[in-house]
């Protein structure tokens, strides 16, 4: 059963909006910087305890799990966890503990956190896009093929276990929390307002009760258990009458959090136990890593590609398939990806198997994804479908110029319209070369500037560039 499901309600979502600047103008050569460098159900299961209820998702049916661990990761809305650095490990995962401490307390809170959710939020609507798995909320109950946390937690990386249990190999990831964010999620975006209340309602609903059991001067396993239960029991009535599928068949988009709550459960558990590895490179070449985070990568997808699900976006130089897999989540299109580093490749490999396993649990069908391994200088699967693309990703920042002018070759067989957004500009102010000369033939160009924090590399601001083709 999916995860989750309802009418989209307003997150705690940030989609940030950065001012472009409207005049077109000629763009001079960047001051050079530093190199950045399936149908099943899942019930997320407490890891109080091995008898802990299982927390049913929108698809439900559950199917038990002799281990009890909760699939759902403990990362903050801006999926800070994927935020990573060429010199330096930042936390891959939310390391957050299990720890119950002021901000948990449940008679504090004076306004309701979940009022703001009730209001519409910018989430990205597509009126053609049916959003529902065409696999969800059928009779086809087996277990979903997802990695569990369970199979990564160790309490040895930082996470003491919940509820003050004994420590245990398995108890790293912060389950509590996780159910608690699952459950928030389910009832703002899979549910009506109605249908919601009993589920997040800040006076009494299962959400407050979950809270008021994990609280840290409380600790009551089995008021928290005795919560679960009632929320997977109403959900499951809600799944069993039609209601869920029905209330996603209404929905046309999905909330920002929500995206980046489902992408981080799939890089937390292909990518982050070896992230590491991502920093072996060799200075000065084409194959230096950095990622763009999320909150750029939606600002690229919707304020400068304008995609719908009928469209068709390419990352050249995908590296771990971060930004192909929130364009097919997010925006629903066509999605292609191709890289070369033969690391990267396998990682986002492992993405994309475990995005399509999770994409099904939520009960949310995505736009087709395609990773390519190899050069998309001479991949034919990209040099193809480059004639269709409505929006293409570079992330040149550390491209050698060989590199970016092989690319303005490639861009002739561009349609007009299409737009390429880069981290160096293809147009080198007044420079005269035949590159340069058929970069100013084929592109408009705009300078915009990314807000800070949203490249991996730097916390800092910088520049990028939008080229439209003519």
Excluded at 312 to 326: C, E, K, M, T, Y
Excluded at 453 to 464: F, I, L
């Amino acid at each position: 059963m999916p995860l989750l499901k309802a009418k989209s309600a307003t997150q705690s979502v940030r989609v940030e909006k950065v001012v472009v600047k409207k005049a077109v103008k000629k763009v001079t050569a960047p001051t050079p910087r530093s190199s950045l460098a399936p149908n099943g159900s899942l019930r997320a299961t407490s890891d109080a305890s091995s008898s802990s209820p299982r927390l049913l998702s929108p698809n439900s049916r559950a199917v038990a799990r002799t281990k009890s661990a909760s699939p759902y990761p403990s990362s903050s809305d801006e999926r800070a966890g994927r935020k990573r650095t060429l010199t330096q490990r930042r936390q891959n995962t939310p390391r957050d503990s299990p720890h119950f401490g002021p901000d948990d307390s449940d008679d504090d809170d004076d306004e309701d956190p979940f009022a703001k959710k009730r209001k519409v939020i910018s989430t990205w609507r597509d009126p053609h896009r049916r959003l529902r798995h065409k696999k969800a909320f059928g009779d086809d109950i087996r277990s979903p093929n997802i990695i569990h946390g369970a199979d990564l937690a160790s309490v040895k990386t930082g996470c003491p276990p919940a509820f003050g249990a004994p420590e245990d190999e398995k108890d790293r990831i912060d389950a509590v929390k996780d159910i608690k964010q699952v459950v928030k999620h389910v009832a703002e975006t899979y549910l009506t307002e109605e249908q919601a209340q009993p589920f997040i309602d800040h006076n009494s609903s299962f959400y407050r009760d979950l809270e008021k059991a994990a609280n840290e001067k409380r600790c009551d396993v089995p008021a928290f258990k005795a919560a679960l239960n009632s929320y997977n029991t109403s959900l499951l009535s809600l799944v069993e009458d039609g209601s869920v599928a029905k209330n996603l068949d209404n929905m046309h988009g999905i909330p920002p959090s929500l995206v980046d709550f489902i992408l981080t459960q799939v890089y937390e558990r292909t990518v982050s136990p070896n992230v590491d590895s991502l920093n072996k490179y060799q200075p000065g070449g084409d194959n230096v890593y950095g990622e763009l985070n999320a909150p750029f990568v939606r600002e690229i997808l919707q304020v400068h590609g304008g995609l719908t699900s009928e469209k068709v976006f390419i990352d050249l130089g995908s590296g771990v398939g971060n930004v192909v897999l929130q364009a097919a989540l997010e925006i629903g299109c066509r999605s292609y990806g191709c890289e070369m580093v033969e690391n990267s490749c396998n990682f986002a490999e492992a993405q994309e198997k475990e995005f399509n396993a999770r994409c099904l649990l939520w009960g949310i069908g995505p736009g087709r994804v395609r990773l390519e391994r190899g050069d998309f200088r001479t991949n034919k699967k990209i040099l193809e479908v480059l004639k269709e693309a409505d929006c293409i990703l570079v992330n040149n920042k550390a491209f050698t110029p060989a590199l970016n002018a092989a690319l303005v070759s490639m861009f002739l067989d561009l349609k007009p319209g299409c737009k390429v957004v880069s981290l160096v500009s293809f147009i080198l102010g007044n420079e005269k070369n035949a590159i340069n000369d058929i970069a100013n033939n084929i592109f408009e160009v705009v300078e915009d500037t990314y807000k800070e924090d949203w490249v991996s590399w730097s916390r800092a601001p910088g520049r990028y560039f939008v080229s439209t083709r003519k």
